[in-house]
């Protein structure tokens, strides 16, 4: 009873809380939980982006909000996205009750799965994301999963968590593996949020948005492309491993692609890279690895 009175609002949802302490990651999407204050936030949201969304991102994005048929009023079914997506692409969205360790995460894409927050924001915080909610996972990320070029970088990015393991394997010195798959996976990380979380592409009428850190974001996503408070470069794969960020202001710094052709053929440079060693002694800093994270690569060696 007390689930159906609270909904599934971010930080304050019991279905999730229960979830969690029964540890379990992959979950249903308990829809008749939704409370009018939940759908009322996607509704807001929804409102708010789609006139950003015409300017500021770009074609593909656009392209997959209308394959995917997202209601405008209601927080979306992921059964019904999916059963647009999947035929598209093979992804689809798979609900899950929280952070989802490294690998885990990386391996879902390579299994064209992707593991998609139930919970919305309260709707009087709606410029406050202090997790990904449903309308950052599904209005951010998932239309870019029916563009085919797109989605085939993901399932390319997810292959190379795979090469992370069979490099950390190959080292037999336990300290060493350790700093070695540390690096690793915080170049990933970086490679991850300069590309699909927070990435700009060139295109004829001008830069638009692909990163869904951006497309969720009312507030950034204009910043990112109108601000002369942002730095904006053509990608290099070396600056961008080697790059800290931090998550609670607006990025000062973004990276350009020329389309996801280029992006697919970054992240095969990825893999030479991290073959040859060098994403073993990425510059320290942000983003902090955590021991989940680290332990979901050891695990599978
Ligand atoms: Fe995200």
């Not at 209601?74 to 952070?99: C, E, I, K, Q």
């Not at 879902?108 to 309308?135: A, K």
């Not at 295109?203 to 969720?216: C, D, E, N, R």
């Not at 992240?267 to 800093?285: D, F, I, T």
Request: hydrophobic share 40%.
């Amino acid at each position: 009873m007390e689930a159906v009175a609270t909904g599934l609002t971010t930080g304050e949802a019991p279905f999730i809380d229960s979830a969690r302490s029964a540890g379990q990651l992959y979950i249903e999407q308990p829809y008749h939980l939704y409370s009018p204050e939940n759908h009322n936030a996607w509704r807001l949201l929804f409102e708010r982006l789609s006139p950003r969304w015409e300017r500021y991102a770009n074609a593909h994005f656009l392209k997959g909000v209308g394959s995917l048929c997202l209601d405008p009023l209601h927080v979306p079914r992921l059964d019904d996205v999916n059963r647009f997506l999947n035929p598209l692409t093979g992804f689809r969205a798979r609900p899950v009750s929280g952070y989802v360790p490294a690998f885990v995460f990386f391996d879902c894409l390579r299994n064209r799965e992707f593991p998609t927050t139930i919970t919305i924001r309260r709707p009087d915080h709606l410029d406050y994301l202090p997790e990904p909610d449903i309308f950052h996972d599904v209005a951010g990320h998932v239309p870019m999963h029916t563009d085919r070029n797109f989605a085939e970088a993901l399932v390319r990015f997810g292959e190379c968590a795979h090469t992370a393991v069979e490099i950390a394997a190959g080292i037999g010195d336990h300290d060493r593996r350790l700093e070695t798959l540390t690096s690793v996976i915080r170049a990933m990380a970086r490679f991850f949020w300069f590309t699909v979380e927070f990435g700009l592409m060139r295109s004829p009428a001008g830069l638009k948005v692909y990163g869904s850190g951006l497309l969720s974001s009312f507030g950034e996503i204009a910043h990112a492309i109108d601000s002369p408070d942002v730095q904006r470069y053509p990608i290099q794969l070396e600056w961008a491993i080697n790059q800290s960020f931090e998550i609670d202001h607006y990025q000062p710094l973004l990276f350009i692609v020329d389309s996801f052709d280029h992006l697919f053929s970054l992240v095969g440079q990825l893999e030479e890279w991290m073959k040859l060693g060098r994403l073993s002694n990425v510059a320290p800093g942000e983003p902090a690895v955590n021991p989940h994270d680290l332990e979901s690569f050891l695990e599978r060696l």
